[in-house]
């Protein structure tokens, strides 16, 4: 059995100086975690190694932005892609920012998308950027965004972080309130 940690949008420093103790707490025994993006800085990724070893997607605030010194932009690093594909087990999981649903992009359809940013099919998308915590199950695939443990929703406070188990080629994902 693999656990693996999921987070997203942690925005430090605009969110905050740290990520919050609880996901330390809750991500103990993971065997991974992957990082959706907006980190903001790599030092984000370098405390969750601490934990286990870490993957993470660029997302949109991972720029340098010139007139924000709170986004200084992350280096090259090997942890950091645009997208990337982790086989688990068997089972293949795309690692994106932003990936939107369906129904948010009516005129693409979701192998249109999956093609754009992905050269193997994922049987698992985990992706950020909306800052809002959900699961979404389609046929052959399941998209899943932790939300955020800092801005949930795009507000400041204690959000959400997510877990993905893998066994013998059974997925189970889940969402977890930070309190």
């Known amino acids: 059995m693999i656990r693996i940690g999921l987070i997203a949008d ?7 100086d740290n990520i919050p103790e609880q996901v330390y707490e809750q991500f103990k025994g993971v065997d991974m975690i992957l990082h959706g993006g907006d980190t903001h800085v790599i030092e984000v990724l370098d405390w969750l190694e601490e934990i286990a070893p ?17 986004r200084p932009g992350l280096p090259d690093d090997p942890r950091v892609k645009h997208s990337q594909i982790i086989e688990v087990q ?3 999981i795309g690692l994106i920012h932003g990936f939107p649903l369906p129904h948010e992009l009516p005129y693409r359809t979701q192998n249109e998308l999956i093609d754009m ?20 199950t389609y ?12 801005l949930p929703n795009q507000v400041r406070g204690l959000g959400t972080i997510g877990f993905l188990t893998i066994d013998e080629g059974n997925i189970t994902t889940s969402i977890v309130q930070l309190e």
């Open 139 to 150: 046929p052959n695939l399941t998209v899943i965004n932790p939300g955020s443990p800092t």
């Open 117 to 136: 940013h992905f050269e193997t099919r994922p049987d698992i998308i985990v992706c950020g950027d909306t800052h809002e915590a959900r699961v979404d």
């Open 10 to 16: 942690t925005h430090i420093p605009e969110a905050g």
């Open 90 to 92: 068997g089972v293949f």
């Open 54 to 70: 870490v993957l993470c997607a660029r997302g949109n605030g991972d720029y340098t932005h010139h007139n924000n010194p709170r």
